[in-house]
């Protein structure tokens, strides 16, 4: 009997082992992307991010044209073809608006939803400056959780955008659109700036009671935090 009991013994342990590892490797479906191209997934969820292709003064790179008649006389048109890039140089000069629009897609899912957030990291200004020059942000779509993020050590300052609902693969709308600086007041509010980097991050809706408990697991899991 003492000897059954031990062998018994044994197999506990050989089960509890089993499940502790089980548990050790557990992975929450996300995925991240980088400044605006999709670099890693981690599980079944995968992102794309990239904004349209422009020229240093924003605007957009032409591949076709066309003609039509108006008041009797023949006219030009320029067309934009929708060319989408992953980087973007711009020369910020007063006078100027620039099309800068960050779209974010999901293109592939295991589960159902995700959840799906932006991180604008902004260097040589602040929100509260840069959001007065900031054209087509809409925030009923994306809600910044955190205005009053400070710089980094590398002197960003990350502040994070949570999509609105959980989404399946789709293409969401742009963060934003562009950057007003058309006027003298407007330019002075972002005169210093000197970068604007934005990532993409998403991570299954299923199993968390909300957005706040996912994206605490996606930091704990160790994919990224909005300070980083």
Request: proline content about 2%.
């Amino acid at each position: 009997m003492k000897k059954a009991m031990k062998v018994l013994g044994i197999l506990l342990c050989a089960v509890l082992l089993v499940v502790g590892s089980v548990a050790a490797t557990l992975a929450y479906l996300t995925a991240k992307s980088g400044t605006v191209t999709n670099t890693f997934t981690v599980g079944n969820v995968a992102l794309e991010l990239d904004e349209a292709d422009t020229d240093k003064y924003g605007q957009p790179l032409i591949n076709s044209s066309t003609t039509y008649e108006e008041g009797g006389q023949i006219k030009n048109v320029t067309i934009d073809n929708a060319d989408r890039t992953d980087s973007n140089t711009y020369h910020l000069i007063a006078s100027k608006k620039y099309v800068k629009d960050p779209t974010v897609t999901v293109t592939s899912l295991a589960g159902d939803l995700a959840y799906v957030r932006m991180i604008l990291k902004v260097k040589g200004t602040t929100w509260t400056n840069l959001s007065q020059v900031l054209e087509g942000y809409d925030s009923d779509k994306w809600d910044l959780v955190n205005p009053s993020a400070t710089a980094g050590t590398d002197g960003y300052i990350a502040y994070e955008f949570r999509y609105f609902e959980t989404v399946g693969s789709k293409e969401l709308e742009p963060l934003f659109t562009g950057i007003d600086v058309s006027t003298n007041e407007k330019y002075n509010l972002v005169s210093t700036l000197t970068n604007i980097d934005v990532e993409a991050h998403a991570i299954q809706a299923d199993g968390f009671a909300d957005a706040t408990a996912a994206w605490a697991a996606f930091v704990a899991q160790g994919s990224t935090t909005p300070s980083e």
